[in-house]
Structures are given as structure tokens and as C-alpha cells.
């Protein structure tokens, strides 16, 4: 059981590249969730999903997409890299259907460099 | 809107000494709070949470917290710390049917 893992680590990109962060969870969660960490402000929500085929914004969604085609994967996708994308960005997942009382599991994070 | 406040960005401390981490919320919904905790280079782990009943909730490592709904706080306390506690810790409250308003956090510092 590995829970919820993240790929890659860590990723430069060049200003106007994109790419796609990798999220998979191997414990039949409905929920998941993207966030961004900057120092000093906490983790802010870019996105979530209630369940394969149903995504909705956070509090951060501009510049971003996901999609969810699966319960067990939940891509995050940049399209036009910008400096203020330079963060770390964690996956969570959480289960049950009252998922406001649910402990959220988080994956290790992907450092990206934006330059 | 919920919101949550984290009063000291730093809290330094020494081994075995106690320590409170404070923690402030404001919630228009039925409040259920939690703390986390970020060791260096990794994601969050929970420590503990209150969705209801008794307001002093324990948790791992011999953290505890205590729920004043009166003065909308959640602070985390532990009575004698540790090297191995120097972390992040983050306050939380729902946000919502399915997710979680985060403080900006509040960094434990042990020295020996």
C-alpha cells in the first residue's frame, strides 16, 4: 500500500512550457486534492474532485487544470509555465462520503522551478 | 467563509520544555479542526482532530489540543518536546462539504 505518490520530485521549466504533475493513490479514495505551498502562506487549494469525472476550483485555480478519468489518478496540468508558478505542489486524498471529517492523506510533493 | 489564524510564524523552544502552538478560526458551518504536521522534505501527516465531543482531543506523539468553541480556538500543546518535533504544524477547519481551509503554519524550532 503506498498511499499517495507523486511524480516527479522535482522539475525546471522554462517560462511558457508545460507539463503534467502525477497524482495516483492506491486506496479507493473518492476525494482528491491539489495544493500549492509557498513559504510563509500555508497550502492553498488549487483543485479538487469528489469522484472520477468531476473536478471543481479551489481557491487558486487560475493558470491550472486537472482531470480525473479515474479514481485512482488525478493529473495536474500546467500549460503556460509563469514564475509565479515556482512552488510546491502536494496531492492529497481523503475517503468517505462526509469527506469534511476525513483525515486527508498527502504525497510527498513536486518541487517545481519556474525560470 | 471559514479562516484560520496561526499566531506565531516561529516558535523557538528547548528539549523538554512544553510547548503551545496556537491556533485561531472563524466558521459560518459546523466546525470540524484539525492539526498537521510537515517534517522537512516531506507532505502532511495528521496529528489530530475534533469533530465532536469531548473538546480535548489527543494525538500522536503526545500531542493534544483543546476545542473552545467561545474563543474559536484549537490550540496544540505538548508537555514536554522533543529534537525530533522540530516541524511545521498546520492548523485546519472545513471548509466546506469536502475540503480544508489551511493556516499559513507555524514552525517548531527544538533546540538542545
Known amino acids: 500500500n503506498a498511499g499517495v505518490t507523486q511524480t516527479p520530485k522535482f522539475r525546471i521549466l522554462k517560462i511558457g512550457q508545460s507539463m503534467t504533475l502525477q497524482c495516483t493513490q492506491d486506496m479507493n479514495h473518492n476525494y482528491m486534492y491539489w495544493y500549492r505551498q509557498d513559504p510563509g502562506m500555508g497550502l492553498k487549494l488549487i483543485y479538487y474532485s469528489v469522484g472520477a469525472g468531476i473536478t471543481d476550483k479551489g481557491e487558486v485555480p487560475n493558470g491550472y487544470n486537472v482531470s480525473r478519468s479515474t479514481t485512482e489518478d488525478f493529473p495536474l496540468r500546467l500549460e503556460l509555465a509563469a514564475p509565479s508558478q515556482t512552488s510546491v505542489y502536494f496531492c492529497a486524498s481523503s475517503g468517505s462520503k462526509l469527506a469534511g471529517e476525513e483525515t486527508q492523506y498527502f504525497g510527498p510533493g513536486t518541487r517545481l522551478l519556474v525560470l | 467563509a471559514q479562516s484560520v489564524t496561526q499566531l506565531d510564524s516561529q516558535v523557538p523552544v528547548f528539549e523538554e520544555a512544553p510547548v503551545e502552538l496556537r491556533c485561531n478560526y472563524s466558521?459560518?458551518?459546523?466546525?470540524?479542526l484539525f492539526w498537521y504536521v510537515q517534517y522537512p522534505n516531506q507532505g502532511l501527516q495528521l496529528l489530530l482532530k475534533y469533530l465532536s465531543g469531548s473538546t480535548l482531543v489527543k494525538g500522536i506523539n503526545g500531542f493534544e489540543a483543546e476545542f473552545n468553541k467561545s474563543q474559536t480556538s484549537f490550540h496544540l500543546r505538548k508537555p514536554s518536546v522533543h529534537i525530533s518535533d522540530t516541524a511545521e504544524y498546520f492548523c485546519?477547519?472545513?471548509?466546506?462539504?469536502?475540503?480544508?481551509?489551511f493556516g499559513k503554519g507555524t514552525m517548531l524550532l527544538v533546540s538542545p
Open positions: 466558521s459560518s458551518v459546523s466546525v470540524y
Open positions: 485546519a477547519v472545513n471548509s466546506g462539504y469536502s475540503t480544508l481551509t
